[in-house]
């Protein structure tokens, strides 16, 4: 069961706009062009109406780029590119760790991230032992590090921050530090991470050059504006270099959207509610507050340069849908009286008109930006659409059912699968892109 419980007119600058329609690309300089004379409009008109009604040509993904203020605004419209523009996910993994009873290298709880290196071997960060567990590439144990504990090679609560190379990254939340665990060597750095960065360490990822980025949580800064009825959070992104000390601040962020009954009750989470997410590829940072469909890129520095727009209608919420959503939430509590209160209490909450634009974002090895489709209550499965570095829309793909994406690399899939037991899988899917031209 796939269930996502929400936590919680511009002003451009006029200057160079390129439009890209399948392969034909046109400049229009629009600053250049002098007063009164459109010819050269007229002229672009025509050739984009052309390119356009091709005969045969199947219907491609418009791209309009803009310069505003030094940030790029790619706005993407029109048509999927066909044959979901040549990427594929298969539907068998190629490699599979995990099993329900038996050998108990095997067995995994709290899967907390995972990464394939460059040989193919799977390290896999399993947070329910605490520690690092490293399998060959066929998923035969080889060996773990760490621990429960407090020690230097031990750990309170891991979670996967990213890699350096095939040096993994793991954030340890209870102790407030990173430590860099080799999938050879074991242990090779430990730092904690300065208080400036923030207090709790919720990790989107790391850049190539090291530096990790933190987000998301709740700015607890501002909870004197905090009101009855419904509530706006605030966030904030930073990241911490290897050694641990403040980096870069990405800039105060609008957070989830919940809601207070009154004065001595507690934030209660909202169906549907706006919530942000954020991902991280080598170079970029990738953020979205989920008001619009538009995703914030940054550069390492924390550097707007880019904001990637899809134009998409938004799917109305119905009653069918808030129906199911709150039997999804209680479908596992197992006390029918608290499973009414939970039903009564969850009717209560309001609801957006519209869902989020999107639900979860990931960045791939390559910079691709992958965005993934709001699941309505009772869908099963996941619906992705890719844009490449410089944000132009290139494809949609289907992960396959109750798998959740934890790496993407340059042709495969690494994830985490819960069965119908709710027993954890790491798997490798094969993933085709399109080939050159």
Request: glycine residues 12%; hydrophobic residues 35%; aromatic residues 8%.
């Amino acid at each position: 069961m796939r269930s996502y419980i929400s936590a919680v007119p511009s002003s451009w600058r006029q200057g160079a706009t390129t439009k890209v329609e399948g392969e034909d690309v046109i400049e229009e300089r629009i600053a250049h062009t002098p007063r009164g004379g459109h010819g050269g409009l007229i002229a672009i008109a025509g050739i984009l109406i052309a390119a356009s009604c091709t005969p045969d040509a199947p219907p491609r993904p418009v791209v309009d780029l803009r310069d505003s203020a030094g940030v790029r605004i790619v706005e993407n419209a029109g048509a999927i590119p066909p044959n979901s523009g040549g990427w594929n996910i298969a539907t068998i993994p190629r490699v599979t760790v995990g099993t329900v009873a038996g050998d108990t290298t095997q067995q995994l709880f709290g899967v907390a991230g995972a990464h394939r290196t460059a040989d193919g071997r799977i390290a896999i960060v399993n947070a329910g032992s605490r520690e690092v567990r490293v399998y060959d590439p066929q998923g035969s144990f080889l060996r773990s590090f760490g621990g429960p504990g407090g020690g230097p090679e031990e750990f309170g609560m891991p979670v996967l921050g990213g890699s350096m190379a095939d040096t993994l990254v793991i954030v340890d939340r209870a102790h407030h530090r990173i430590a860099l665990v080799h999938p050879d060597a074991g242990f090779v750095g430990l730092v904690r991470v300065a208080d400036q960065v923030g207090g709790y360490l919720n990790p989107s990822g790391t850049f190539g050059n090291g530096q990790t980025v933190f987000g998301g949580a709740f700015d607890m800064r501002r909870i004197g504006e905090l009101q009855e009825g419904m509530n706006r959070a605030h966030t904030f992104y930073r990241s911490c270099n290897p050694d641990g000390s403040m980096a870069n601040d990405f800039g105060d962020k609008m957070g989830a959207e919940f809601y207070i009954r009154g004065p001595e009750s507690r934030p209660e989470l909202i169906p549907f509610g706006k919530t942000p997410v954020a991902t991280v590829a080598p170079d970029q940072f990738y953020f979205g507050s989920g008001d619009r469909y538009e995703v914030e890129v940054y550069d390492p520095s924390g550097r707007l340069v880019r904001l990637i727009r899809w134009e998409r209608d938004r799917v109305p919420v119905t009653e069918q849908d808030r129906t199911r959503y709150i039997a999804e939430a209680t479908s596992e509590v197992a006390d029918e009286n608290q499973a009414r209160q939970i039903r009564q209490t969850m009717s209560q909450l309001p609801a957006p008109d519209v869902f989020p634009p999107y639900a979860r974002l990931a960045a791939d090895v390559l910079g691709y930006l992958w965005v993934e489709d709001y699941p309505r209550p009772g869908d099963e499965t996941s619906v992705w659409t890719i844009f490449d570095p410089n944000g132009a829309l290139v494809g949609r793909v289907t992960t396959p059912d109750d798998v959740f994406p934890l790496e993407i690399g340059e042709d495969y899939l690494l994830g985490v699968r819960r069965d119908e037991l709710d027993v954890e899988y790491v798997e490798v899917y094969t993933v085709e892109r399109p080939t050159s031209d």
